[in-house]
């Protein structure tokens, strides 16, 4: 499954980057175009995403600051159970509250926010020339674009939104069953408010998600292998 999910998500960016038109025509729908100003008599196009209102900007904080209250709340678990001992003891708990926060630190955390978004320079739909910005579009994957901190690509919102998602598989039953449409709603609208804020590219927000998915399978896959039992010599 990780082998799989790796390779689609470098598929992903291959056609996201042959074709960006996509990235455009999504970021469109959401963009109110309006007559510019003279001050912006220079502007080739300009306008605003209606999108952006209060309650949604409410939303988004809320929905941005949950994935790592849960991170907290996780380590907060991970340290009780190291409070234990012997037959008191929870290795099923302490193993998947592991691979939660290694999966966290390590897709949203590392990979998306402090390599991709801090070295990639692809500018966000409200920064470029198409929706009333200052700077070229680029494609994803591009290294040529011009912003210099806190790029688009990937979103890490929407990574941090897809990792919510994965904590389904590690939540007990009946638990799982009660959560698992909240969560899921949380974690597509998340993406989806950052796209009609004109914050990020659809393909920022596919790839940021399906990231976080790649690294907490990557993550369980190999946890899982290093407790299999290895096979006794003859």
């Known amino acids: 499954m990780f082998i799989a999910l790796f ?3 470098w598929v992903l960016l291959l056609i996201f980057h042959s074709f960006p038109q996509v990235d455009i025509v999504a970021s469109w ?41 849960v991170g907290a709340f996780q380590l907060a678990l991970l340290i009780a159970c190291y409070r234990h001992h012997g037959g008191t003891f929870n ?28 070295h990639w320079g692809r500018p966000r739909p409200i920064e470029t020339l198409n929706f009333g910005g200052s700077f070229d579009f680029v494609q994803a994957g591009s290294l040529a674009g ?20 994965c904590l389904v598989m590690l939540i007990p039953q009946p638990a799982r069953t009660g959560l698992f449409l909240p969560i899921l709603a949380i974690s597509i609208l998340t993406p989806l408010m950052r796209l009609s804020f004109g914050a990020h590219y659809l393909s920022d927000l596919v790839l940021g998600w399906l990231l ?3 690294v907490f ?4 896959a190999f946890t899982d292998s290093s407790h299999r039992p290895k096979n006794s010599e003859i």
């Not at 409410?58 to 790592?68: D, E, G, H, V």
């Not at 193993?95 to 290694?102: E, T, V």
């Not at 011009?146 to 998602?165: P, Q, R, T, Y």
């Not at 399978?217 to 369980?220: E, S």
């Open 7 to 9: 390779c689609l998500w």
């Open 29 to 69: 729908h959401f963009f109110l175009v309006e007559t510019c100003k003279p001050s912006n008599a220079a502007a080739q196009i300009c306008g605003h995403f209606p999108s952006r209102q209060p309650f949604l900007e409410t939303l988004r904080t809320i929905f941005f600051r949950l994935p790592y209250v």
């Open 91 to 118: 290795a099923l708990r302490a193993r998947n509250l592991k691979i939660a926060l290694a999966s966290l630190l390590l897709g949203p955390g590392l990979i998306a926010n402090l390599i991709l978004k801090a």
């Open 146 to 165: 011009k912003c210099m901190s806190n790029c688009s690509f990937v979103s890490g919102e929407a990574a941090s939104a897809g990792w919510l998602l």
């Open 212 to 214: 976080a998915i790649v």
């Open 217 to 220: 399978a990557g993550v369980y």
